[in-house]
């Protein structure tokens, strides 16, 4: 009986030590558990991860801008996901074409984005956001917005009262300088007349005077798309004579040579020019008269264009003829001179 009785409780001590071992190793696998234990969220406590986390997308897409040399610049609205404590916030900008499919160009952790794409055109951009920090957690994609890269520069033309800004103005000049942009449109033209400072009108054209007489005015020139991509400066000259030339003097006539054809010979002293220089003469003359009658278009309906000579011979139809004469000298610029001094009546032959 002693025997027995001692074996029980030995055997009853045997199992309490048992049941405490078990006890302590259960709370250690607790214990152990909890440190690692997943959370949906956040937490405070940097060995806790997150399972699961719902995280939206920015809450909308602006439009996009162009920019020069083909940047398009993006920007959004914030998530409203709250990353909380112990996670980061960053956001992933995707280009494709129109419609998709997208491939990632980009983090920030800001609300704009400056993309080059790699040659021009029209591209699609959407943004996810994303929250990393015991795990990474991506939202679907904001709406698309399209943008337009752009690197080419308008090309410009210059004209000068609706034409050709070569050669002499006898006036105020009305000069035009237009652009042309294939890509995102004008936006603007600068010019600087004289040195005096540039002047910049918004849209793709603008105009303006030049005055004054001058051989030499100066009108620098560029143009600028709406993404910012400039022409080159273009540079030109506008030359303005405002003063009429000298007449030609000392203007005589003489009965031309026997034979055909039957001619008055005329000779003269140039008129002279001092800025655009003489370009030549109007010679007018009257039909067969008995006296020289006073000089209009009228009374000398006949007339010719000659260049910067100094004599001329009339042709007539009819010899015996008396014919009167006078000159006007044309400077480059298209002044005109007074009359000369009539010449005749002088007899053909």
Request: net charge negative; with cysteine.
């Amino acid at each position: 009986m002693t025997t027995r009785s001692a074996l029980g409780s030995l055997s009853d001590r045997l199992l309490a030590i048992a049941f405490v071992l078990m006890v302590t190793v259960a709370l250690a696998a607790m214990a152990t558990s909890e440190t690692q234990a997943s959370f949906t969220g956040t937490s405070t406590n940097p060995t806790n991860q997150a399972s699961s986390m719902s995280v939206q997308p920015p809450a909308s897409q602006n439009n996009t801008t162009s920019a020069a040399a083909g940047v398009v610049n993006l920007s959004w609205t914030a998530t409203p996901t709250a990353p909380g404590a112990g996670h980061t916030l960053t956001y992933l900008v995707l280009r494709g074409p129109v419609g998709g499919p997208y491939s990632q160009v980009g983090t920030t952790s800001g609300l704009s984005y400056s993309d080059t794409p790699p040659s021009d055109g029209t591209y699609e951009f959407v943004v996810e956001a994303r929250v990393t920090g015991g795990g990474s957690f991506t939202s679907a994609t904001s709406a698309a917005k399209t943008g337009l890269s752009d690197r080419v520069a308008p090309t410009t033309s210059i004209t000068c009262n609706a034409g050709s800004c070569a050669g002499w103005f006898n006036a105020t000049v009305s000069v035009s300088v237009t652009g042309t942009d294939g890509g995102s449109g004008m936006g603007s033209v600068t010019r600087n007349v004289d040195g005096a400072g540039q002047t910049s009108t918004s849209g793709a054209s603008a105009s303006f005077n030049v005055s004054g007489e001058n051989a030499a005015h100066t009108v620098a020139y560029f143009t600028t798309d709406a993404a910012g991509n400039a022409s080159s400066t273009g540079n030109q000259t506008v030359k303005i004579d405002l003063t009429a030339p000298t007449a030609a003097t000392a203007l005589t006539s003489a009965t031309g040579a026997a034979g055909a054809p039957v001619t008055v010979d005329l000779t003269w002293t140039a008129g002279t020019d001092a800025l655009s220089g003489v370009s030549g003469y109007e010679v007018r003359w009257t039909g067969n008269v008995a006296a020289c009658p006073a000089a209009n278009t009228t009374n000398f309906p006949n007339s010719a264009t000659i260049g910067a000579v100094t004599s001329y011979s009339i042709n007539w139809a009819t010899a015996g003829d008396k014919l009167c004469a006078y000159l006007v000298t044309i400077d480059n610029a298209g002044n005109r001179s007074a009359n000369s001094a009539v010449t005749g009546p002088t007899r053909t032959k």
